[in-house]
């Protein structure tokens, strides 16, 4: 069963920028297709990006251009790095696997928070 610890949320002013990590255990990190979700208080969880086991990555409309994911196999470890950040993506942050399968339980998740 995957484990999942996010981390590197925080504070940032409209415009600025952040990088949150999650560190991945319990499957073959490397075999694996990763994304990341938020979820906005009152608000469904949303897939904002993902990356297969290749590298090749896709993003959410409102993120893309802003939003870069990224992954390093050697540390089991998927990143992404937040540009441009706006008040509307403040919200809880997710990796898992994707697609998630019901058996793959969500981590703690980080929190993004953008001040205007």
């Known amino acids: 069963q995957v484990q999942l610890v996010e981390s590197g949320g925080g504070l940032a002013q409209a415009g600025g920028s952040l990088r949150v990590s999650c560190t991945v255990s319990?499957?073959?990190?490397?075999?694996?297709?990763m994304g990341w979700y938020r979820q906005a208080p009152g608000k469904q969880r949303e897939l904002v990006a993902t990356i297969t086991s290749g590298g090749s990555e896709n993003y959410a409309d409102s993120v893309k251009g802003r939003f870069t994911i990224s992954r390093d196999n050697a540390k089991n470890t998927v990143y992404l790095q937040m540009n441009s950040l706006k008040p509307e993506d403040t919200a809880v942050y997710y990796c898992n696997r994707h697609p998630r399968t019901n058996w793959d339980s969500w981590g703690q998740g980080t929190q993004v928070t953008v001040s205007s």
């Open positions: 319990g499957i073959i990190f490397s075999w694996n297709n």
